[in-house]
């Protein structure tokens, strides 16, 4: 079994840093791309940033240049630094990693977080 276990989320101010972490944890063999996507009130689920486990990242338009994704691959974490942040980055933020397990690899599955919820106030 693995799980996603979120932790950062809070409320500050406009202009403010946040800092999301994900850690997963269970029978892990290894693990491919990770991410962070945030869903607000009444939207879709929308990617935020992507990386793989050789550091290639991808972001949204909406964050380049304010967000900052990194992963320490020993401990099987992905963080997202949030910087200037705005009142329209307050979402629920989840995280994402493909995986493969002992009974599972090669194959690796998609799995999420429970989410953090992130408010920006202005």
């Known amino acids: 079994q693995v799980q996603l276990v979120e932790s950062g989320g809070g409320l500050v101010q406009a202009g403010g840093s946040l800092r999301l972490s994900c850690a997963a944890s269970?029978?892990?063999?290894?693990?491919?791309?990770m991410g962070w996507y945030r869903q607000a009130p009444g939207e879709q689920r929308d990617l935020v940033a992507t990386?793989?486990?050789?550091?290639?990242?991808n972001y949204a338009d909406s964050v380049k240049g304010r967000f900052t994704i990194s992963r320490d691959n020993a401990k099987n974490t992905v963080f997202l630094q949030m910087n200037s942040l705005k009142p329209e980055d307050t979402a629920v933020y989840y995280c994402n990693a493909d995986i493969s397990t002992r009974k599972t690899w090669p194959t690796k599955y998609d799995y999420w977080g429970q989410g953090t919820q992130v408010t920006i106030s202005s």
């Open positions: 990386i793989t486990s050789g550091g290639s990242t």
């Open positions: 269970g029978s892990i063999v290894s693990i491919a791309a």
